[in-house]
């Protein structure tokens, strides 16, 4: 069964910390992504993954940085938290286009970790 | 570049009543379509998909939904739903090339189901 975990379900943090988001998939995907949630504005893609030590900036990188030294962990590094990142975050994995019909671009998401910077 | 809108943030409807949730999508390349739930305070859980083949997809917990090209929409219905599909709903496309790898997401629907 497909899986996908996240560190954390909820953290609480002071603006200046240092953040780290972990996310594991156990399905040998070669694309992972770091959104962030917020009401009213859906889901925005922060960073994605497409192979170990690869990754490109998604629609709003400020702020944010990314590390995937293996294929299975993707983090999601808050360099400097700051209020305007309380947020939930989700992190998904996905196959590559490339693969077979049926299976290509669904994206399978882990719970969420909801982060309130203080 | 591709862009999807909800029309709708907010769809009220009674239990056992039909409801469509409405999704457009620009795209000037063939996309895939996807709806995806959220339940409260969990991810989201893939609904449907659409990559080719018949228009008319139907998924888990009852849904269907139905890919126009030429309205370039992908609304999702139900005929008869429940107060358990209380649940945000998005909507999602991504281009079909091979090359692709970012699904671009609406804003969301919130559907809440009243007794």
């Known amino acids: 069964d497909v899986k996908v975990t996240q560190s954390s379900r909820y953290l609480v943090k002071r603006t200046g910390e240092k953040v780290f988001l972990e996310c594991v998939q156990d399905?040998?995907?070669?694309?992972m992504f770091w959104y962030r949630q917020d009401p009213g504005l859906g889901l925005r893609l922060i960073y994605f993954s497409y192979d170990v030590k690869m990754k490109e900036k998604g629609d709003i990188p400020e702020g944010y940085s990314v590390s995937r030294e293996k294929k299975e962990r993707f983090s999601l590094i808050l360099e400097s938290a700051s209020t305007n990142q309380t947020s939930m975050y989700l992190c998904a994995s996905s196959l590559s286009l490339l693969a077979l019909e049926g299976l290509r671009g669904t994206q399978y998401f882990g719970p969420g970790t909801r982060l309130l910077v203080l | 570049a591709q862009s999807v809108t909800q029309l709708d943030s907010q769809v009220p409807v009674f239990e056992e009543a039909p409801v469509e949730l409405r999704c457009n999508y620009s795209?000037?390349?063939?996309?895939?379509l996807f709806w995806y739930v959220q339940y409260p305070n969990q991810g989201l859980q893939l609904l449907l998909k659409y990559l080719s083949g018949s228009t008319l997809v139907k998924g888990i917990n009852g849904f269907e939904a139905e890919f126009n090209k030429s309205q370039t929409s992908f609304h999702l219905r139900k005929p008869s739903v429940h107060i358990s599909d209380t649940a945000e709903y998005f909507c999602?496309?991504?281009?079909?090339?091979?090359?692709?790898?970012?699904?671009?997401f609406g804003s969301g629907t919130q559907l809440t189901v009243l007794p």
């Open positions: 795209s000037s390349v063939s996309v895939y």
């Open positions: 399905m040998d995907h070669e694309n």
């Open positions: 999602a496309v991504i281009l079909s090339s091979g090359s692709a790898r970012q699904l671009t």
